[in-house]
């Protein structure tokens, strides 16, 4: 069970550059979220999606954009990256059901360095 | 809005000991759900416990326990006789609901680091 794959797991870019993590899932779930890791910052929430075709802000979007064209891939693009967005990506999934009691299925995380 | 706290960043114990990891939340809505997640040195986050808002229950899981109290909106975690494969970072997080499509935006708390020596 693949459950949810990101790619790539390391990337290292210099300023101003651009560069889109993959988030892929297999369990056909209907939600999908973006977070960043930031050591003393716990998980913070980029965006997330509640199905295909659609995206929501989460705490801390500038700088990024998200996509949901297929319900299996959510994609996080950074257009102009900046050394504040070093962090680790987290993307996770989960199924819709009783609104709020989602329980999220991480990926292994995507740590990116900007120089 | 919504926000999750957990005041204590660190906290380092010998093996054997009992600890608590605190978390106090903040909400507006009054269904709402609480979860606390670990993620051990590997870095993937696993999910430990789910509660509802009118569950205000304990739980008892071997030795992990849960504590929820509304009337201080907080959800405690405690690890009875720890071990050192308990060593990780653990976090609380809050859901609510967002009107009828049942998506809930999740907010994670920092993080406690909890280090057992041996």
């Known amino acids: 069970n693949a459950g949810v794959t990101q790619t790539p797991k390391f990337r290292v870019l210099k300023t101003g550059q651009s560069m889109t993590l993959l988030c892929a899932q297999d369990?056909?779930?209907?939600?999908m979220y973006w977070y960043r890791q930031d050591p003393g910052m716990g998980l913070r929430l980029i965006h997330y999606?509640?199905?295909?075709?659609?995206?929501a802000k989460g705490e801390v979007p500038d700088g990024y954009n998200v996509s949901r064209l297929k319900k299996q891939n959510f994609l996080l693009g950074l257009e102009s990256a900046a050394p504040s967005q070093t962090s680790v990506y987290f993307c996770?999934?989960?199924?819709?059901?009783?609104?709020?009691?989602?329980?999220?299925?991480f990926g292994a995380g995507s740590r990116l360095t900007v120089l | 809005a919504q926000k999750v706290t957990q005041a204590q960043t660190e906290i380092s114990v010998v093996e054997k000991e009992d600890v608590t990891l605190d978390c106090v939340y903040e909400?507006?809505?009054?269904?709402?759900?609480l979860f606390w997640y670990k993620q051990p040195p590997s870095g993937e986050l696993v999910f430990l416990i789910r509660?509802?808002?009118?569950?205000?229950q304990n739980e008892i899981s071997g030795r992990y326990s849960w504590n929820f109290q509304k009337s201080t909106s907080s959800f405690n975690f405690t690890i009875t006789a720890s071990q050192v494969v308990d060593s990780a970072v653990y976090f609380c997080?809050?859901?609510?609901?967002?009107?009828?499509?049942?998506?809930?935006?999740?907010?994670f708390g920092s993080g406690t680091r909890l280090s057992i020596r041996p």
């Open positions: 996770a999934s989960t199924d819709s059901g009783v609104p709020g009691a989602n329980v999220l299925t």
């Open positions: 369990m056909n779930h209907e939600y």
């Open positions: 999606s509640v199905g295909e075709g659609t995206t």
């Open positions: 909400t507006r809505d009054t269904t709402y759900y």
């Open positions: 509660r509802n808002s009118f569950d205000e």
């Open positions: 997080a809050l859901s609510e609901a967002e009107g009828y499509s049942s998506a809930s935006k999740i907010i």
